[in-house]
């Protein structure tokens, strides 16, 4: 579902972000992203969503060659990739029904549509009887679990996460890898980017670990990090 072959991305001829990068991600797999700051982990996530592109090799994500993805269909491209962001990027002008309902709204889904596809999302994320609150009365983990909802409410095949567990504590933590849990479970390959060791080390999923931009495991943090493809 995500493959990079030979990957790199330099910013300058002082700057390497991402250095050969090799690895696949089947569909309904949950992989971790791992690495200290800097390690290029941000540039992998724009790359898979065309924020970037890459300075030598290939990006695949669906089949689809992202190198020579003409720029009128990277729209296209991104209804298909659902985003969770540390910092939920929610509107606290708009109720929460509103807040997931807006990529539905841009993507031009028919009004009588968009309640029953919202509502199904709450549901999934346990805040279906919230969505008339606005998100500023919400918990910081109830408010990531609407920006979760949002990125899933198109019923997307990908879905990334760049440190969505950051701002909250173990418990809540573990209750958000759960849920991404469920939804590889039906099929969505999920892609999470995390300085969380130990909650990463407690989901026993594939890591892959970035160390100055380039890729040095790809294996179970728990079986000893072999070196990977």
Known sequence: MIEFRQVTKRYDSDHTALAQVNFLIHRGEM????????AGKSTLLKLIMVMERPTAGEVIVGGQRLNQLPR??????RRHIGVVFQNHQLLFDRTVFDNVAMPLEVMGVPHRDIGRRVRAALDKVGLLRKEKMNPMQLSGGEQQRV???RAVVNKPPVLLADEPTGNLDPELSADIMNL??????VGVTVLIASHDIALVKAMDRRVLTLDHGR?????????????GR
Not at 72 to 77: A, E, G, V
Not at 216 to 224: D, E, H, I, R, Y
């Open 180 to 185: 991404f849990a469920r939804f590889s479970q």
């Open 31 to 38: 992989v971790f992203l791992t690495g200290h700051s800097g």
């Open 215 to 227: 890729l040095v495991t790809s294996a179970p943090v728990s079986s000893g990090a072999s070196h």
């Open 147 to 149: 920006g979760i909802a």
């Open 72 to 77: 009128r269909q990277i729209p296209y491209l």
